[in-house]
C-alpha cells in the first residue's frame, strides 16, 4: 500500500512539473537524452570510437591502466580518466549551483580540503610510479585508487580554472567577488554526489554508461587545452577584464582550440615513433 502511495505521488509531481510553462521543454529535453545515451553504444561501434579516441589522446598519458566498463576501454588511464571527469563534474555542479561567476577562494577548511586532495593524489601516483620502478610500494596501486584520487584532484582543478577564468576575462562588474565556486560544505555535498554517481556508473560495468562518461572525459581533456592556448591569445586581442558574453571569446576559442587538435596530433605521432622504435612499451589497443 505505501509503495503504491509512493508511485502515485511520483506521478504526481512529474505530471505538475510537466505542466509548468517549461514543462514539456524539459521533459522532452530528457527523454532526448535517455534515448541518445542509449544509441550511444551503437554509434561508437558504427565509428569505431573506441579505437579513434584511444588514438587521438594517445599523447596525453601512458594509458597503461585504463578503466573498461562493460567491455569498452576508456582512452585516458583511469587516473586522468578520473581527473577530467571530476573537472568537467564539478563545473556542471558549480554552474547549476548558480555560482559560475564565482570570485573568490572558497572558506579556508574547503581551500585546506582541495589542497588535501591534490596531496592525496600526488602521493597515490608517487607510490603507483615506484611500484613501476619495480620498487616496494607502500600498498599495491589500484585503478580505483587511481580514479578516486584522480576524481578529488579534478574537483581542485575546477575551482582553480573557474576563478582564473573569471578574474582574467570577466568585466570587474560580473564577477561575483563575494561567492566561491565551492562555499559551503552544502557545495561540496553536491559535488561529493554527482562524483559517486560516476563511480557507481563504472562500478555498473555497463556499456551504455561508460560512453557518456568516456565523451566527457574527452572533452575535459581537450577542453583544458583549448583553454591553457586560448587564454593567452585571449589577452593578445585585448579581452582581459572586458568580457561581458560568449561570443567574445569565440575566435580565441576556435584558435585555442585547432591548436589544441594540432598538438594531439603531434603528440600521438610521437609517441607512436618511440613505440615502434622500442623506447615506449606497445600500446594497449582495444
Partial sequence: ?????????????????????NG?????????????IGLLPLVAATLDLERNLFFAVHGICAQSHNLHVGGVQFPLCARDSGIYLGLMVTLGVI??????????????PIS???????????????????AELGWDAVYPPRNDLRLITGLGFGVAMAVGLLLVANQTLLAPDLIDAAQAPIGSWADMGWVVGALALVVLAIA????????PLILISVVGVTGVMTFAIGLPVSAFAGLNGRVRHPRQLL??????????????????????EMEVQGVLPPPLIP
Avoid: C, H, Y
Wanted: proline residues 4%; hydrophobic residues 55%.
Fill in 95 to 108: 554552474a547549476f549551483r548558480g555560482r559560475r561567476r564565482a570570485g573568490r577562494l572558497p572558506p579556508l
Fill in 112 to 130: 585546506l580540503t582541495l589542497l588535501g586532495l591534490i596531496v592525496i593524489m600526488g602521493v597515490d601516483g608517487l607510490n603507483s610510479t615506484v
Fill in 204 to 211: 555498473s560495468d555497463q556499456a551504455v554508461l561508460a560512453w
Fill in 1 to 21: 500500500m505505501r509503495s503504491e502511495n509512493r508511485r502515485s505521488l511520483l506521478g504526481k509531481w512529474l505530471f505538475t512539473g510537466l505542466r509548468q510553462p
Fill in 24 to 36: 514539456w521543454r524539459i521533459g522532452s529535453l530528457l527523454v532526448g537524452m535517455i534515448v541518445a
Fill in 251 to 272: 575566435l580565441p576559442g576556435i584558435a585555442g582550440f585547432l591548436v589544441t587538435l594540432l598538438l594531439l596530433a603531434l603528440l600521438a605521432r610521437w609517441k607512436i
